[in-house]
């Protein structure tokens, strides 16, 4: 009920401030574990996207955030977990594995972090090692506009236009159950990062 609620007052903000765009926001699947993988230009992108889509969207945010007993109590209603960015932390890659498993959608930025200039960033092999353990359809997505409405650092957003296109679902069915090094992880990322490329790039409005 809180979610929903929250859902719908975002969407409404996000739809007047920031005149919200959804492009193909149908590619995301109606059923079943998924990963949406965006670039990262803002701190607002998680609220942005889950304003965005239908269904119930869960994602991690640094532990930080959750330390406030007040703070760490929205957030989890909102479905975000906690995760230590400094280390490998196994109990938030669990949990993100856990809830994909149980057929939810996560967002995980590739590029790990927020831009500070908006541009892409070198990827990690996180969003990969969890979708291959998941075995996850992954949406790659492009975020445009954001960075204009609230850059790193930046306390208050601003209004600007924010167009999210969504990409057709990729599958890695071909390393589902096998064993896989750090070359498969590489190969799986640079796919996901080349259709945000494609995405970003694109003149489709």
């Known amino acids: 009920m809180f979610y929903s609620i929250a859902h719908s007052i975002l969407r409404v903000i996000a ?25 990262h230009p803002s701190d607002l992108d998680s609220f942005i996207l889950g304003a965005a889509i239908n269904r119930q969207l869960h994602t991690m945010g640094k532990e930080e955030l959750f330390r406030k007993r007040f703070a760490g109590f929205i957030f989890r209603k909102l479905n975000a977990f906690p995760v230590r960015r400094e280390e490998f932390d196994r109990e938030a890659i669990r949990t993100a594995i856990n809830i994909l498993k149980d057929g939810h959608v996560i967002d995980m930025y590739p590029e790990g972090t927020v831009s500070l200039d908006g541009s892409l960033q070198e990827p990690k092999s996180g969003t990969a090692f969890i979708a ?60 996901i990062m080349d259709e945000i490329k494609i995405l970003l790039n694109s003149d489709t409005l």
């Open 15 to 39: 739809i007047i401030y920031i005149r919200l765009q959804a492009i193909s926001v149908e590619n995301i699947p109606e059923e079943g574990g998924v990963i949406l993988a965006p670039n």
């Open 132 to 191: 291959l353990q998941a075995k996850a359809a992954v949406v790659p997505v492009a975020i445009i506009g954001s960075f204009n409405v609230m850059s790193k650092g930046q306390r208050f957003p601003r209004p600007h236009k924010v167009i999210l296109k969504f990409g057709k679902p990729l599958y890695f069915d071909e390393y589902y159950g096998k064993p896989y090094n750090r070359e498969t992880l590489k190969t799986v990322t640079e796919k």
